[in-house]
C-alpha cells in the first residue's frame, strides 16, 4: 500500500526556522539574567530543533516515489525491502509500521510478528469500531488515472494495467449484503486512501455510491478516508467483520484477520 499522505515529523521548515530564531534570543536572555537551569532547557528545545532541521532537509531530498508509504509490500517481499529502503524508512517513517516490521525480521509475511506489532500498537481510537463491519475500498490510482467513469466502475469488472482487479463493482456489494444481513451488526466503517496527489474526484464519488447503497438497505455508514495508513490498517486487521476489496493490502489484511479467529465475509 503506497500513501504519499503518511504524516512526517515538522513539515514546514519555515515555521521551524521561526521557533529556532526566538528560542535563541530566549537562550541570550537567560544567559545574561544568570538563569542556568532554563538555560538548559533552552538548549535541549535548540537541539531537538536543530535535529528536525536535519531531517527535514533530508527527506525533502527523496523522490516521491521514495517518500509512498508500502506497508503491505514491506511486509511481504525481500524484493520491496531493498538496502537502501531500509535505510531510508527510519528516515521517512520513523514510527511506522513498515519501519518496525523491517527492524524486527527479514522474513517475508511474518504475520505472528505483525499481530505483535499492532496490537502493541491498538488504543481506544482503534477499539472504538470493534462492534462495526469494516469494508476497505481500493481507490485513488486506480480509479482516477484511467479513463473509466465512476459508473463503468460500478457496474463492471475492470481490471487495472497491471491486469488485477482492485475495485469491485455495485453487484459484488450486492451479494456481500445478503451474507450481512445474517449478523446483528448494522453500523459499517469504509476505509479507503488515495495513493498519489492529485484530483481524486472519481474515487470520492466512488465511495459515496458505494455509501449510498448501504444507506439504502438501513445500515448507518461512516467513512474515514485519506488518515494514517498505520492506523487504518490496526483498525482493519482487528475487525469481527472484514469486506475486502482487490489487491495485496486487503488479502494481507484478510489473512491476518483469519488467523486471529475473525470473520472475513467473501463470496
Not at 16 to 40: A, D, E, G, Q, S
Not at 148 to 176: A, C, G, R, W
Request: charged share 30%; aromatic share 12%; glycine share 2%.
Amino acid at each position: 500500500m503506497k500513501r504519499t499522505n503518511k504524516k512526517l515529523i515538522y513539515k514546514n521548515k519555515n515555521f521551524l526556522l521561526n521557533i529556532f530564531y526566538n528560542k535563541m534570543k530566549t537562550l541570550l536572555k537567560l544567559v545574561k539574567n544568570n538563569k542556568i537551569f532554563y538555560c538548559i532547557i533552552c538548549l535541549i528545545s535548540i537541539l531537538i530543533l536543530i535535529w528536525s532541521l536535519s531531517r527535514n532537509n533530508l527527506v525533502e531530498k527523496f523522490t516521491d516515489s521514495e517518500k509512498d508509504y508500502r506497508l503491505a509490500d514491506m511486509i511481504k517481499s525481500k524484493k520491496f525491502r531493498t538496502n537502501e529502503l531500509k535505510k531510508k524508512y527510519p528516515i521517512i517513517f520513523p514510527n511506522s509500521i513498515a519501519t518496525e516490521y523491517m527492524k524486527r525480521t527479514d522474513e517475508d509475511n511474518d504475520l505472528d510478528l505483525v499481530i505483535d506489532i499492532i496490537d502493541k500498537r491498538k488504543t481506544d481510537i482503534h477499539k472504538r469500531y470493534n462492534n462495526y463491519i469494516i469494508i476497505h475500498l481500493r481507490t485513488g490510482d486506480v480509479i482516477d488515472k484511467t479513463n473509466y467513469s465512476v459508473d463503468d466502475f460500478l457496474n463492471k469488472n475492470i481490471k487495472y494495467e497491471n491486469n488485477i482487479q482492485y475495485v469491485y463493482p455495485l453487484s459484488y456489494y450486492k451479494k456481500i449484503l445478503e451474507k450481512l444481513e445474517k449478523n446483528n451488526i448494522k453500523n459499517i466503517l469504509l476505509i479507503s486512501g488515495f495513493h498519489h496527489k492529485g484530483n481524486h474526484l472519481k474515487s470520492i464519488e466512488y465511495i459515496d455510491r458505494i455509501k449510498g447503497f448501504f444507506e439504502d438497505n438501513y445500515y448507518k455508514v461512516e467513512k474515514r478516508i485519506n488518515n494514517d495508513p498505520d492506523d487504518d490498517f490496526i483498525i482493519m486487521c482487528n475487525s469481527k467483520y472484514f469486506v475486502k476489496s482487490g489487491g495485496g493490502f486487503s488479502r494481507m489484511i484478510s489473512n491476518i484477520i483469519e488467523k486471529k479467529g475473525k470473520n472475513v465475509i467473501k463470496l
